[in-house]
C-alpha cells in the first residue's frame, strides 16, 4: 500500500489578513473595494480555455500575489453582503449565497497552489509567504464573525431549515457544523487568541513546507565514482550522473531523495556503504540541526495545535480534528490500527530472520540494518519467486501506461474516453493534457498528468483541482494528477517500477472521483469528503492494474512491443504478500506515530521531537528499529502541512474499504459496465451528500469487513 497526497483536499483555507472580521472601518472597506473592482490581472474573469482550464501562457510571477489578494478583497466584500441583509436570514440568502462567495480567490489559487506544490520558485515561494497569512486571517473572519454566524445558525434553527432534505440538508448541516468546530461559539477574547493561533500556525506550516521541499533537494547524496552506484541500471547511473551535473558536480553521481523514509535504489546498491550514505541522507534530512532543521517548527506547530484544541474544548488535537469522519475518534483509530499489530509483528520477525539468512548466504555475516531490507528483500524475492524488478520494468512505460492502461480501464469500467488535446497550454513540457468524454460522448473533464520529479516539486503524488465541478455555479472538473516518477535520461525510456504503476492507477481513482462529480455545491462536490473517506475510490482503483484484460492491454516491452509473459505476471501475483513486513509495518507505524503526536497536551507537546518520535514507536509493538515509519517526524508532510494531522490512519482504514468493496466486484462478475454503473451511483459520483457509511453501505450492501484486507495482505488465512 503506497502512501498519497490529495492537493485538492489540502487547502481548507479561505484568505486576507489585516482586516479583522468584518465589521470593518470606512476606509477600509474602500481599499477592499478598490483592490478587487481595479483588478484586471488575468484572472479577473473565466479562462476562455475549454471549462474554465488555467491558461498557463498568460500567467507571469507578478501575477499571482496581485491576483489572489484581489481575490481576497472580493471574497470579504461578497460575505459582508450576506451580513447586512436585512431581510430573515434563509437557506438562499445565507449558506446558499457563501458557497457563491469567492470564485475569484478560487480561480486564482487553485492554480497557484498547485504550482507551489508542482513547480515552484523562490519567487512563487515568497508569494506563498506573503499570502497565507492573509489567507489564514479571512478563514478566521469568516469563521468567527458573530454577524454572519447568527444568520447560518437561524437558518440551521429554523423550521424551514430542518424541512430540507437531500444536498441541501448535507449542506446546512455540513456549513453550521463547521462554523462551531473553527470556533463561532468562542467568547470574543477567546475568538482574539484563536486568530493569533491560526496566523503564526499558517505561517509555520508554509515555512515548514518549503523547507522540507528545499532540504529533500539538497540533501541528495553524491558518489565520486560510478562503481559506487553498482548494481542499478545504466539508465540509472546516467540519471544520477546528469542530476550531479546540473547541480554543478560534473563527472560525479546524485541521488535524488524519494519523499519517503525508504528510497527505490536501496533495492539494487550493491555497496553496503552506498545504502548507509543513501539512507542516512533520507533519515537525517530535516533533523542535522543545519539550516534544513524542521525539528523546531515541529515542536511549535504541535504545542499550537494541543493550545487550540484546548482553547476549542477538545481533549486534544486528533479529537478535535475528527469531528466529521467516518471513525468519529482516535481512540477507535487506534484500536483498529492495533488490531494489526500481533500478526504483522510476527511477519516482520520472520522476514527479518529471513532476510538475515540471505545476507549469510550471500557472504555477509552481518546484523540486519534498515539501509540492508530493501536490498535483501529483493534478493529473497528473486529466489524465492524469481522476480526480478529489472525484469518487470520494460514492460511499463509511463504514457503507455497511463493511455492503454489507466485510460483503457476506465473505458470498460465507465465508458470513458480520452482526447490528447495538444493546443492546452502546460505548466511543465513534460506534462501531458487531456479532454475526458462521458459514455454517451458528451465532454465530462480537462485532465492534466504531470508525472516525472523534479528538484522543485514536492515528494510524493496528488490529485487536484483546478475547477470544481458544480451545478451551481455551472462548472465542470479540471483535474489534475502529479507524482515523482524518477524522470529519465535523456534518449532513455520512461520506465516505471510496479509501485509506481500502483500509484498511477491510485491517482486516477481521485481523479474520477473528480471527474463523476455531479454536485449542486461546490464544498460536496467530488473529492471534498472526509479524510478517511476521500482515499476510498484511489485505493480501490488500483484493483484494475492487475487485472488480466487490462494489464495484457498496457503491459508491453518498450522494444519489442510483447505483451507481458503469462509466467511474469503469476509471478508478480505470488509475490503479493511478500515483504509485509515492511510494506504495511512502515504505514503503520506512521499512522501511530501522528495519532500519537496529536493526542499531546500542549505541555507534553513541547518536548524535543525526535526523543517523543523514539518513545511513540517504542508503544507500537513494531519492529520501528528495522522498519521506521514511511515518514519519521521532521519529514512528515501528510501531518504538519497537508492537511492529515490525526489523519494519516486514512490510509490504512481505506485500504481495508477498497479490498472489502473489490471483494463485492469479484463476487457481482468483475469489471463490467454494469458494475461500473453501480460504482459511480453508489459512490463515486455522489460527493459528499450523504453520510459516508450510508455510501458505502449503497455500494456493498453492508458495513466494511476486514477479512479481505487481511487476506490479501496475507496476515490471515484465503477463504476456502
Same mark, same amino acid.
Given at each position: 500500500?503506497?502512501?498519497?497526497?490529495?492537493?485538492?483536499?489540502?487547502?481548507?483555507?479561505?484568505?486576507?489578513?489585516?482586516?479583522?472580521?468584518?465589521?470593518?472601518?470606512?476606509?477600509?472597506?474602500?481599499?477592499?473595494?478598490?483592490?478587487?473592482?481595479?483588478?484586471?490581472?488575468?484572472?479577473?474573469?473565466?479562462?476562455?480555455?475549454?471549462?474554465?482550464?488555467?491558461?498557463?501562457?498568460?500567467?507571469?510571477?507578478?501575477?499571482?500575489?496581485?491576483?489572489?489578494?484581489?481575490?481576497?478583497?472580493?471574497?470579504?466584500?461578497?460575505?459582508?453582503?450576506?451580513?447586512?441583509?436585512?431581510?430573515?436570514?434563509?437557506?438562499?440568502?445565507?449558506?446558499?449565497?457563501?458557497?457563491?462567495?469567492?470564485?475569484?480567490?478560487?480561480?486564482?489559487?487553485?492554480?497557484?497552489?498547485?504550482?507551489?506544490?508542482?513547480?515552484?520558485?523562490?519567487?512563487?515561494?515568497?508569494?506563498?509567504?506573503?499570502?497565507?497569512?492573509?489567507?489564514?486571517?479571512?478563514?478566521?473572519?469568516?469563521?468567527?464573525?458573530?454577524?454572519?454566524?447568527?444568520?447560518?445558525k437561524a437558518v440551521h434553527d429554523?423550521?424551514?431549515?430542518?424541512?430540507?432534505?437531500?444536498?441541501?440538508?448535507?449542506?446546512?448541516?455540513?456549513?453550521?457544523?463547521?462554523?462551531?468546530?473553527?470556533?463561532?461559539?468562542?467568547?470574543?477574547?477567546?475568538?482574539?487568541?484563536?486568530?493569533?493561533?491560526?496566523?503564526?500556525?499558517?505561517?509555520?506550516?508554509?515555512?515548514?513546507?518549503?523547507?522540507?521541499?528545499?532540504?529533500?533537494?539538497?540533501?541528495?547524496?553524491?558518489?565520486?565514482?560510478?562503481?559506487?552506484?553498482?548494481?542499478?541500471?545504466?539508465?540509472?547511473?546516467?540519471?544520477?550522473?546528469?542530476?550531479?551535473?546540473d547541480k554543478g558536480h560534473a563527472?560525479?553521481?546524485?541521488?535524488?531523495?524519494?519523499?519517503?523514509?525508504?528510497?527505490?535504489?536501496?533495492?539494487?546498491?550493491?555497496?553496503?556503504?552506498?545504502?548507509?550514505?543513501?539512507?542516512?541522507?533520507?533519515? /537525517?534530512? @530535516?533533523? =542535522?540541526?543545519?539550516?534544513?532543521?524542521? $525539528?523546531?517548527?515541529?515542536?511549535?506547530?504541535? +504545542?499550537? &495545535? %494541543?493550545?487550540?484544541?484546548?482553547?476549542?474544548?477538545?481533549?486534544?488535537?486528533?479529537t478535535y480534528q475528527m469531528y466529521?469522519?467516518?471513525?468519529?475518534?482516535?481512540?477507535?483509530?487506534?484500536?483498529?490500527?492495533?488490531?494489526?499489530?500481533?500478526?504483522?509483528?510476527?511477519?516482520?520477525?520472520?522476514?527479518?530472520?529471513?532476510?538475515?539468512?540471505?545476507?549469510?548466504?550471500?557472504?555477509?555475516?552481518?546484523?540486519?540494518?534498515?539501509?540492508?531490507?530493501?536490498?535483501?528483500?529483493?534478493?529473497?524475492?528473486?529466489?524465492?519467486?524469481?522476480?526480478?524488478?529489472?525484469?518487470?520494468?520494460?514492460?511499463?512505460?509511463?504514457?503507455?501506461?497511463?493511455?492503454?492502461?489507466?485510460?483503457?480501464?476506465? /473505458?470498460? @469500467?465507465? =465508458?470513458?474516453?480520452?482526447?490528447?488535446? $495538444?493546443?492546452?497550454?502546460?505548466?511543465?513540457? +513534460?506534462? &501531458? %493534457?487531456?479532454?475526458?468524454?462521458?459514455?454517451?460522448?458528451?465532454?465530462?473533464?480537462?485532465?492534466?498528468?504531470?508525472?516525472?520529479?523534479?528538484?522543485?516539486?514536492?515528494?510524493?503524488?496528488?490529485?487536484?483541482?483546478?475547477?470544481?465541478?458544480?451545478?451551481?455555479?455551472?462548472?465542470?472538473?479540471?483535474?489534475?494528477?502529479?507524482?515523482?516518477?524518477?524522470?529519465?535520461?535523456?534518449?532513455?525510456?520512461?520506465?516505471?517500477?510496479?509501485?509506481?504503476?500502483?500509484?498511477?492507477?491510485?491517482?486516477?481513482?481521485?481523479?474520477?472521483?473528480?471527474?463523476?462529480?455531479?454536485?449542486?455545491?461546490?464544498?460536496?462536490?467530488?473529492?471534498?469528503?472526509?479524510?478517511?473517506?476521500?482515499?476510498?475510490?484511489?485505493?480501490?482503483?488500483?484493483?484494475?492494474?492487475?487485472?488480466?484484460?487490462?494489464?495484457?492491454?498496457?503491459?508491453?516491452?518498450?522494444?519489442?512491443?510483447?505483451?507481458?509473459?503469462?509466467?511474469?505476471?503469476?509471478?508478480?501475483?505470488?509475490?503479493?504478500?511478500?515483504?509485509?513486513?515492511?510494506?504495511?509495518?512502515?504505514?503503520?507505524?506512521?499512522?501511530?506515530?501522528?495519532?500519537?503526536?496529536?493526542?499531546?497536551?500542549?505541555?507534553?507537546?513541547?518536548?524535543?521531537?525526535?526523543?517523543?518520535?523514539?518513545?511513540?514507536?517504542?508503544?507500537?509493538?513494531?519492529?520501528?528499529?528495522?522498519?521506521?515509519?514511511?515518514?519519521?517526524?521532521?519529514?512528515?508532510?501528510?501531518?504538519?502541512?497537508?492537511?492529515?494531522?490525526?489523519?494519516?490512519?486514512?490510509?490504512?482504514?481505506?485500504?481495508?474499504?477498497?479490498?472489502?468493496?473489490?471483494?463485492?466486484?469479484?463476487?457481482?462478475?468483475?469489471?463490467?459496465?454494469?458494475?461500473?454503473?453501480?460504482?459511480?451511483?453508489?459512490?463515486?459520483?455522489?460527493?459528499?451528500?450523504?453520510?459516508?457509511?450510508?455510501?458505502?453501505?449503497?455500494?456493498?450492501?453492508?458495513?466494511?469487513?476486514?477479512?479481505?484486507?487481511?487476506?490479501?495482505?496475507?496476515?490471515?488465512?484465503?477463504?476456502?
Amino acid at each position: 500500500m503506497k502512501t498519497r497526497l490529495m492537493a485538492a483536499a489540502a487547502p481548507l483555507v479561505l484568505g486576507a489578513a489585516l482586516l479583522g472580521g468584518f465589521s470593518v472601518t470606512a476606509n477600509a472597506k474602500t481599499a477592499e473595494k478598490t483592490a478587487a473592482a481595479t483588478y484586471t490581472g488575468p484572472f479577473a474573469k473565466p479562462s476562455t480555455l475549454p471549462f474554465h482550464a488555467p491558461d498557463f501562457t498568460q500567467y507571469k510571477d507578478t501575477d499571482w500575489q496581485p491576483a489572489i489578494e484581489a481575490g481576497i478583497a472580493a471574497k470579504r466584500r461578497e460575505i459582508r453582503a450576506i451580513t447586512v441583509v436585512r431581510s430573515v436570514p434563509t437557506f438562499e440568502n445565507t449558506i446558499v449565497a457563501l458557497e457563491r462567495a469567492g470564485t475569484l480567490y478560487d480561480r486564482a489559487y487553485n492554480v497557484f497552489s498547485q504550482l507551489t506544490s508542482a513547480n515552484t520558485s523562490d519567487a512563487l515561494d515568497a508569494i506563498d509567504t506573503a499570502v497565507s497569512p492573509q489567507i489564514s486571517a479571512l478563514n478566521d473572519d469568516i469563521y468567527l464573525d458573530d454577524a454572519l454566524f447568527a444568520r447560518v445558525k437561524a437558518v440551521h434553527d429554523s423550521a424551514r431549515g430542518k424541512a430540507l432534505t437531500g444536498e441541501d440538508a448535507m449542506l446546512l448541516a455540513t456549513t453550521y457544523d463547521k462554523f462551531v468546530h473553527r470556533g463561532a461559539l468562542l467568547s470574543a477574547e477567546q475568538k482574539v487568541e484563536l486568530k493569533a493561533m491560526n496566523l503564526e500556525i499558517a505561517k509555520l506550516e508554509t515555512a515548514f513546507a518549503q523547507k522540507l521541499t528545499t532540504a529533500t533537494a539538497a540533501k541528495a547524496p553524491l558518489f565520486d565514482t560510478a562503481a559506487q552506484l553498482d548494481g542499478l541500471s545504466e539508465a540509472e547511473i546516467a540519471a544520477a550522473a546528469k542530476l550531479a551535473a546540473d547541480k554543478g558536480h560534473a563527472g560525479k553521481f546524485m541521488l535524488a531523495l524519494d519523499n519517503t523514509t525508504q528510497q527505490a535504489a536501496l533495492t539494487s546498491l550493491n555497496n553496503r556503504a552506498s545504502r548507509k550514505i543513501l539512507w542516512d541522507a533520507s533519515v /537525517n534530512r @530535516t533533523s =542535522g540541526g543545519d539550516e534544513y532543521d524542521t $525539528t523546531a517548527m515541529v515542536t511549535q506547530i504541535a +504545542t499550537l &495545535r %494541543a493550545k487550540k484544541a484546548k482553547l476549542l474544548g477538545a481533549p486534544d488535537f486528533a479529537t478535535y480534528q475528527m469531528y466529521d469522519r467516518m471513525v468519529k475518534t482516535p481512540a477507535k483509530a487506534m484500536e483498529f490500527m492495533k488490531g494489526f499489530v500481533p500478526a504483522l509483528r510476527a511477519t516482520q520477525d520472520r522476514e527479518a530472520a529471513l532476510l538475515e539468512a540471505a545476507a549469510k548466504a550471500d557472504g555477509q555475516a552481518i546484523k540486519l540494518e534498515p539501509w540492508d531490507w530493501s536490498y535483501y528483500a529483493e534478493k529473497v524475492r528473486k529466489a524465492k519467486y524469481d522476480l526480478d524488478e529489472n525484469q518487470i520494468k520494460p514492460y511499463f512505460e509511463v504514457w503507455r501506461t497511463l493511455e492503454d492502461g489507466v485510460f483503457y480501464a476506465a /473505458n470498460q @469500467t465507465y =465508458g470513458l474516453t480520452f482526447k490528447r488535446r $495538444t493546443d492546452l497550454p502546460v505548466y511543465h513540457p +513534460t506534462m &501531458r %493534457a487531456y479532454e475526458v468524454f462521458d459514455a454517451d460522448g458528451t465532454s465530462l473533464a480537462i485532465f492534466y498528468y504531470d508525472p516525472f520529479a523534479r528538484s522543485n516539486k514536492r515528494g510524493g503524488a496528488w490529485m487536484n483541482n483546478f475547477v470544481e465541478q458544480s451545478y451551481l455555479l455551472g462548472e465542470k472538473p479540471v483535474v489534475s494528477n502529479t507524482l515523482n516518477i524518477p524522470a529519465p535520461a535523456e534518449g532513455q525510456p520512461a520506465l516505471v517500477s510496479f509501485d509506481n504503476v500502483e500509484t498511477m492507477f491510485h491517482e486516477f481513482g481521485h481523479a474520477l472521483h473528480g471527474f463523476f462529480a455531479s454536485q449542486k455545491y461546490p464544498s460536496l462536490s467530488g473529492t471534498n469528503t472526509a479524510r478517511d473517506f476521500v482515499e476510498f475510490p484511489s485505493q480501490f482503483n488500483e484493483n484494475f492494474a492487475t487485472i488480466p484484460a487490462v494489464l495484457n492491454h498496457y503491459a508491453k516491452h518498450y522494444q519489442t512491443g510483447q505483451a507481458i509473459p503469462a509466467e511474469l505476471i503469476a509471478k508478480i501475483e505470488a509475490a503479493k504478500t511478500f515483504n509485509q513486513g515492511l510494506g504495511l509495518g512502515e504505514t503503520l507505524s506512521a499512522a501511530m506515530l501522528d495519532i500519537q503526536w496529536h493526542q499531546l497536551s500542549p505541555e507534553e507537546a513541547a518536548q524535543p521531537p525526535m526523543a517523543f518520535e523514539a518513545k511513540a514507536l517504542a508503544a507500537t509493538g513494531l519492529n520501528t528499529d528495522l522498519i521506521p515509519p514511511r515518514y519519521k517526524t521532521p519529514y512528515f508532510r501528510h501531518i504538519w502541512d497537508n492537511g492529515y494531522a490525526a489523519g494519516y490512519y486514512s490510509y490504512i482504514w481505506t485500504e481495508m474499504l477498497a479490498h472489502d468493496g473489490w471483494d463485492w466486484v469479484v463476487k457481482h462478475g468483475g469489471m463490467t459496465r454494469a458494475n461500473g454503473d453501480h460504482i459511480r451511483k453508489s459512490f463515486l459520483g455522489q460527493g459528499h451528500t450523504k453520510d459516508f457509511a450510508e455510501l458505502y453501505r449503497d455500494f456493498t450492501g453492508h458495513d466494511p469487513q476486514v477479512e479481505p484486507m487481511l487476506e490479501a495482505r496475507g496476515l490471515a488465512p484465503k477463504a476456502q
